[in-house]
Nanobody, 120 residues
Framework: QVQLVESGGGLVQAGGSLGLSCAAS????????MGWYRQAPGEQRELVAT???????NYADSVKGRFAISLDNAKNTVYLQMNSLKPEDTAVYYC??????????????WGKGTLVTVSS
C-alpha cells in the first residue's frame, strides 16, 4: 500500500507565496523521483516540476524562476515553494511519485490533489 498526502493548498493573492508538501508512505523500497503536476479547469494536466532522488530538477517554462521544488529523501516528502503567484497558477496541484516497490516493481502513484487559488 502506497499513499501520497498533499497539503498546503489554499487561497492566496496575486504576487504572494504558498508552499505545498507531499508525503509518501507505504511499501516503498526506494524513490526515483517525485514531482508536481497541475490541472486548471477545462485544461489538460501539465507538468509543473520534478526532482530525482539525486537532486536533478526540471521545471515548466511557465514557472521557472518563481517555483522551487525540493525533496527530503529521509522523509519521502517533496515540497513546492511557489512565489510571485499569478492568477494563471490557479489549479489543482497533484503530487506524483515514481518509485520502486518492496518487490522490485517500478510504480507511479498520484495524490488526490490540493487546490491552489490565486486571486487578482
Amino acid at each position: 500500500q502506497v499513499q501520497l498526502v498533499e497539503s498546503g493548498g489554499g487561497l492566496v493573492q496575486a504576487g504572494g507565496s504558498l508552499g505545498l508538501s507531499c508525503a509518501a508512505s507505504g511499501r516503498i523500497f526506494s524513490i526515483n523521483a517525485m514531482g508536481w503536476y497541475r490541472q486548471a479547469p477545462g485544461e489538460q494536466r501539465e507538468l509543473v516540476a520534478t526532482i530525482t532522488s539525486g537532486g536533478s530538477t526540471n521545471y515548466a517554462d511557465s514557472v521557472k524562476g518563481r517555483f522551487a521544488i525540493s525533496l527530503d529523501n529521509a522523509k519521502n516528502t517533496v515540497y513546492l515553494q511557489m512565489n510571485s503567484l499569478k492568477p494563471e497558477d490557479t489549479a489543482v496541484y497533484y503530487c506524483v511519485l515514481d518509485c520502486v516497490g518492496v518487490f522490485g516493481r517500478s510504480m507511479n502513484n498520484w495524490g488526490k490533489g490540493t487546490l491552489v487559488t490565486v486571486s487578482s
